[in-house]
């Protein structure tokens, strides 16, 4: 079986592109854009990745200006690499081991690290493109430019366009408080709008003259919460109001809610969404208000694949975690005694393989894993105890904790692209995985719109003409 050595690995990633991965990961930290307005950090990635030689094959994909496709070599085998960019709104933080707003009054930030998936991704893809060109590999390298995650409205999309069918593997990483391998089964979600309309009154002088679209969205709320006993330990049902009226002493002609639900995969989704859209329409019902639906994105559970997890882990093991300072690792203690967690430091050892086991977040990576054998990496770029979304995750993906976690991902997707370019049994047995695990059936998407609503009014309030003139110029000035 073919695989790098480790002095083979650092001869394709040396100092340049080392640089390089950092660089543009403070770049895209700084810039903290949250999902479907990534226009800056996604040029930054189209710009270095096509100064290293790679095609920007298609753009605006799905409907999305900073969903792009680069492209090196030709033929097969085809093996993708995913790239994110995008940030969460009111998680801005200054780089230090404390909850401090940015200076720059910045509230965005990469509390999921998004900034170092992109970067360490295409410095994998760089690697191994150099080492393909050194040793005359034949096949097809595909990055992917993924916006919108944490909207779990980017990869789906881009899955119900087509881009990965004719992938033979595809590999991804995520920040994470450890190192492992990501042979974890997510869950597969879905996300509605609710919106409700009912008709203005004096809340004093006339209520009896008004419908409240605020208590529709009450009665929509209380019948969710009595849903929660009737579904499976799995799942998970959250959301926030979105509007629910401006003023005390007038009765709310207006009122929306976004709503998710997260099931143990898609054919969970769908029979708990009958209801939910049931529960809804009930409200409406009794407050005499008229209920809009509107279905905003869904995506996969995550598809483990022991093949690619093995020999994923084995890569890890070979190039070993990440080796902090000991500034970093008092870094790391001060921030977790600022959040209230023992004072570990970061991981310095292997966690265990998860072997496929649940856990209860989504990915829109899951769309993916139904089209293809895919597989990923989890490597330390903040404390242990601390988890995405949260402060200190920000904090540490603008340090060098997260520049040493990028450069490490690199390593090992770069390795185990290698190995999948240059090793047909290998590829031959994720592929059977895979088959096994789907039976055959082919992926069939579970959004139900062409492009996220979201992107549909933005370009019907802009006018004809308006898709697509984003990102069309991505990559140029």
Not at 320 to 330: D, G, K, L
Request: aromatic share 8%.
């Amino acid at each position: 079986m073919n695989s790098f050595t480790k002095a083979q690995q650092w001869s394709e990633l040396d100092d340049s592109l080392v640089e390089a991965i950092t660089r543009n990961a403070d770049k895209v930290w700084e810039y903290a854009e949250v999902g479907y307005e990534e226009f800056k950090s996604s040029r930054t990635l189209v710009d270095w990745i096509e100064s290293e030689g790679f095609e920007i094959t298609e753009r605006n994909v799905g409907g999305i200006d900073t969903a792009w496709v680069a492209s090196f070599g030709s033929g097969s085998p085809v093996i993708g690499i995913l790239t994110e960019y995008d940030a969460l709104p009111d998680l801005g933080n200054e780089p230090v081991p404390s909850e401090t707003p940015r200076k720059d009054g910045t509230t965005s930030g990469h509390g999921c690290g998004h900034n170092l998936i992109g970067t360490g991704a295409i410095g994998a893809a760089v690697a191994l493109k150099r080492r393909m060109e050194n040793a005359g590999i034949t096949g097809t390298l595909r990055v992917y430019g993924c916006p919108a995650e944490e909207l779990l409205a980017g990869k789906n999309y881009m899955a119900k366009a087509g881009v990965f069918d004719d992938l033979d593997a595809c590999l991804h990483w995520h920040p994470a408080n450890m190192n492992t391998t990501f042979n974890l089964a997510t869950v597969a979600s879905a996300d509605l709008r609710i919106a409700w309309q009912g008709k203005n009154a004096h809340a004093g002088a006339a209520p009896w003259e008004g419908r409240s679209a605020l208590h529709a969205s009450e009665l929509f709320a209380h019948g969710i919460n009595t849903m929660r006993e009737h579904i499976v330990p799995e799942a998970r049902m959250h959301y926030f109001l979105e509007n629910g009226g401006s003023a005390v002493n007038v009765i709310p002609d207006n009122a929306s809610v976004v709503f998710r639900y997260r099931g143990p995969n898609a054919a969970d989704v769908k029979k708990n969404l009958d209801w939910i859209r049931d529960i809804a329409k009930g409200s409406g019902l009794m407050t005499q208000t008229r209920v809009e639906i509107t279905e905003m994105a869904a995506c996969y559970d995550v598809l483990p694949n022991q093949v690619l997890s093995d020999h994923m882990y084995a890569h890890i093991e070979q190039f070993q975690p990440p080796v902090w300072t000991e500034e970093e690792q008092a870094f790391a203690r001060t921030l977790q005694s600022e959040a209230g967690y023992p004072e570990d430091g970061m991981a310095t050892d292997m966690a265990p393989d998860f072997r496929g086991a649940s856990m209860g977040a989504s990915t829109d990576v899951g769309d993916i894993s139904y089209i293809t054998p895919t597989m990923g990496i989890l490597v330390a770029a903040w404390p242990t105890h601390v988890q995405a979304h949260h402060w200190g995750a920000t904090a540490s993906n603008g340090t060098t904790l997260g520049h040493k976690a990028a450069i490490k991902a690199a390593q090992v997707l770069a390795a185990t692209g290698f190995d999948l370019l240059t090793d047909p049994e290998l590829l031959e047995a994720a592929t059977a995985e895979f088959k096994e695990r789907t039976g055959g059936k082919p992926y069939e998407s579970m959004c139900t719109a062409e492009a996220h609503p979201v992107i549909l009014q933005r370009y019907a309030q802009a006018g004809d003409g308006a898709c697509g003139c984003i990102g069309d110029s991505l990559g140029k000035e």
